[in-house]
């Protein structure tokens, strides 16, 4: 049995080793991008994998998303007796400062950051990762560069997507459910959009992307352990990226969105 | 002949506090067939993986032709490491790859190659363990030996001077295990390439081996040619080699 102090003693040092550990395979990344070049059929296959096949579950988040946010937004206008021709402007602002990028990067470390975990992390248990070594070939180039690469690029892709397919969403719902015209929720949208505020929800999601990548691979190379401990990793890289995305979240809306 | 190719010196590796090399002093000549024998968990994986450095030493070094390897970094490092084949004891095939992409990939990434010039060595290495059918399936498709040899014909693929075995023959059948102990023999004898290699089956240490030293309790227990160790009176070596249960080896 451990006790109280002992455990939070650990887990302080647990919690200083993974930020280090981060920062380090980080440097590293930064460094293995000299290699892009010889790189780039890894880089696209990773792209294909990691982007293009989470394209469907985004479209369907998206979707329903944006729907909510519309019905939700819709109901709060009624009880208050806000005017409806705000709808749009409302949708549209939720959705792409917020809603798309923080959602989509949920869901994205669900679906691609544990995968790379578990991936990275089978290859690890199966001294895979030794054989790369033993062959002279750079773990870090071969693995993890083409992987954050991707989820750096893919995440904001993604969300861009996420963005139209959200404020179509809302779009329906409100023509369907709430009653206004499309002309109506088109003006409310078109006359709040910001340019900035579009491109910081990218900025962020370029961001969340690194972080989910990085998690991941980071949680694979550490894996010890047989199968227990893959799916440790997985679970541990989830949990990990959706905190930092959601704290990092917060950080870009004090930063970005000043009051 | 008689150059040390690779010198291990006083090597000290621990687990969790659990020491598996204890001061492992070892000098490997060049072109010599070497083989380390020893009780399942002693610690011959773990010593064959701190000659390319993919374990790191708690204590002591190991000197590739007097470089220390623990002060290589980067290219140099990789440089090293392109001189050594390694079978793995669980082959450790990329599962992402098919068995000749696996064979290959050294050569690919070395980008010293054309596509055309890997094909024909992948075919030959193939042909070499007997695996030429069996090119475009991928490793999850294989049976636990013929994944060993595929590991095999991965090592052997950038024609390396040095060769480290983990177990080459363990779970192939003896017709088989003949097939690849005489493969070692050849590439040792024809091609002058200097091999390291850890096996329980004694028949093929025998076989390949101009010299055979035990590791137990985390040290050199014995270091002779084959002749020396068949007459040995070491009671702990004679125990090994003959298979018997009681002894001073307590098995735990
Ligand atoms: N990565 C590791 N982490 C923790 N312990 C390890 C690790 N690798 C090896 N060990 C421990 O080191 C000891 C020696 O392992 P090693 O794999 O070298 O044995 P071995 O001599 O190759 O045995 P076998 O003949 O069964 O393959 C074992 O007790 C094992 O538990
Ligand atoms: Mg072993």
Redesign the interface.
């Known amino acids: 049995m451990e006790y109280g102090v002992q455990s939070i003693g650990r887990r302080g040092v647990n919690f200083i080793n993974r930020t280090g550990g981060l920062f380090i395979l980080f440097g590293k990344f930064i460094v293995s991008l000299k290699d892009i070049p010889r790189s780039m059929g890894l880089i696209f296959e990773q792209f294909y994998i990691i982007g293009v096949k989470s394209l469907p579950l985004i479209i369907i988040i998206s979707i329903f998303v944006g729907a909510v946010t519309a019905w939700q937004a819709a109901y709060q206008f009624k009880f208050i007796g806000a005017p409806l021709r705000y709808l749009g402007h409302m949708v549209g602002k939720a959705v792409i400062m917020e809603l798309s990028p923080v959602l989509s990067a949920l869901v994205f470390a669900g679906r691609v950051g544990a995968g790379i975990a578990a991936e990275v992390g089978t290859m690890k248990v199966t001294e895979q990762i030794d054989a790369l070594d033993s062959m002279g070939i750079n773990p870090i180039r071969y693995l993890v560069m083409p992987r954050v690469l991707a989820c750096l690029f893919m995440v904001p892709i993604l969300v861009l997507f996420s963005d139209f397919i959200a404020i179509m969403g809302g779009l329906v719902i409100s023509v369907l459910g709430v009653d206004i015209s499309t002309e109506t929720f088109m003006s409310g949208f078109r006359d709040s959009f910001k340019l900035a505020d579009f491109r910081n929800g990218l900025i962020k999601a370029l961001v969340f992307g690194l972080i989910i990548g990085l998690v991941g691979c980071y949680e694979g190379f550490k894996t010890s352990e047989g199968a227990v401990g893959v799916g440790r990793s997985t679970t541990t890289s989830v949990v990990i990226s959706c905190v930092l995305v959601l704290v990092f979240n917060f950080i870009f809306a004090i930063i970005l969105f000043r009051l | 002949m008689d150059k040390t190719f690779i010198q291990i010196e006083n090597l000290y590796k621990s687990f969790n506090h659990m020491p598996v090399l204890n001061g492992v002093n070892l000098n490997i000549n060049k072109g010599e067939s070497i083989v380390i024998i020893g009780q399942s968990g002693c610690g011959k994986s773990v010593l064959l ?1 701190h000659l ?1 450095r ?1 374990m790191e030493p708690d204590d002591g070094k190991v000197f590739i032709e007097g470089m220390n390897l623990s002060l290589l970094y980067g290219e140099q490092l ?2 090293t ?2 001189r ?3 079978l ?1 004891q ?1 082959a ?4 992402s790859l098919t068995v000749a992409e696996n064979v290959g ?2 050569l690919k ?3 010293r190659f054309e596509q055309s010039e890997i094909e024909r060595v992948v075919a030959e290495k193939l042909e070499m363990v007997g695996l030429s059918g069996s090119a475009e399936k991928y490793p999850a498709e294989l049976s636990g030996g013929m994944r060993k040899r595929v590991g095999l014909a ?1 090592a052997i693929a ?1 024609n390396p001077e040095v060769l480290l075995y983990d177990e080459p023959t363990t779970g192939l059948d003896p017709i088989t295990s003949d097939i690849i102990n005489d493969l070692i023999v050849d590439l040792n004898t024809k091609l002058k390439v200097t091999s390291v290699a850890v096996t329980h089956d004694m028949t093929s240490a025998f076989k390949i081996a101009n010299r055979i030293v035990m590791l137990y309790e985390g040290k050199i227990e014995i270091d002779g040619t084959p002749e020396e160790i068949k007459n040995t009176d070491n009671e702990v070596v004679r125990q090994f080699i003959t298979g018997r249960a009681h002894g001073p080896i307590q098995v735990r």
Do not use: H, P, Q, T
Not at chain 2, 92 to 95: E, P, Q, S, T
């Open positions: 993986k390319i993919l990789v440089a490491r392109r050594f084949g390694m793995f669980s450790a095939l990329f599962d990939l050294g990434e070395s980008r991965r950038n």
